[in-house]
């Protein structure tokens, strides 16, 4: 009974690794392309600023 014990034990410990090995680098690369979204965003933001604020050429 002790060795199905121990074997459950490897069983989950090596279901938590790979779910760490699966989440960490999705979750790294998920927040990564979340923030230059938010930059490009920004950065288009202060682009029409900035030809909101020259005057028109006619």
């Given at each position: 009974?002790?060795?199905?014990?121990?074997?459950?034990?490897?069983?989950?410990?090596?279901?938590?690794?790979?779910?760490?090995?699966?989440?960490?680098?999705?979750?790294?690369?998920?927040?990564?392309?979340?923030?230059?979204?938010?930059?490009?965003?920004?950065?288009?933001?202060r682009?029409?600023?900035?030809?909101?604020?020259?005057?028109?050429?006619?």
């Amino acid at each position: 009974m002790a060795d199905s014990g121990a074997l459950l034990f490897v069983l989950l410990a090596a279901l938590a690794g790979t779910m760490a090995l699966v989440y960490v680098p999705l979750r790294i690369f998920l927040t990564a392309t979340a923030r230059l979204r938010r930059l490009r965003l920004l950065q288009q933001i202060r682009r029409l600023r900035e030809e909101l604020a020259q005057p028109l050429d006619c």
